[in-house]
């Protein structure tokens, strides 16, 4: 059974940083397009970032510079480095998973999510 465990969020003060962990069951991380996703009240969600098979990843303008996504292979977990950070970036931040090597920052690519990690940032 797929799994997808994040962990890490709270709150922070603008310019502080945060690492977000999605810890992965029932499948390994290295053969699979991984990525992470936010979504504020009111707003659709959105790709920050994505890693796939390859080692390749695609990052949203708005968190380019700012944000790092990487993987431990071997603890079978996902992490996103946060810094920087913004007010614009409080959101419920998502992992996500689809069995496939490449990648897309398109919602519908995925097929696996987990619960979601509350990151908020304050002025």
């Known amino acids: 059974q797929v799994q997808l465990m994040e962990s890490g969020g709270g709150s922070v003060q603008a310019g502080g940083s945060v690492r977000l962990s999605c810890a992965a069951s029932?499948?390994?991380?290295?053969?699979?397009?991984m990525g992470w996703f936010r979504q504020a009240p009111g707003n659709e969600r959105e790709g920050v970032v994505t890693?796939?098979?390859?080692?390749?990843?695609d990052y949203a303008a708005s968190v380019k510079g700012r944000f790092t996504i990487s993987k431990d292979n071997a603890k079978n977990t996902l992490y996103l480095q946060m810094t920087s950070l913004k007010p614009e970036d409080s959101a419920m931040y998502y992992c996500a998973a689809r069995d496939i090597d490449t990648c897309s920052r398109s919602r519908s690519w995925y097929n696996y999510w987990g619960q979601g990690t509350q990151v908020t940032v304050s002025s």
């Open positions: 890693i796939d098979a390859f080692g390749r990843t």
């Open positions: 029932g499948f390994t991380i290295s053969n699979y397009c």
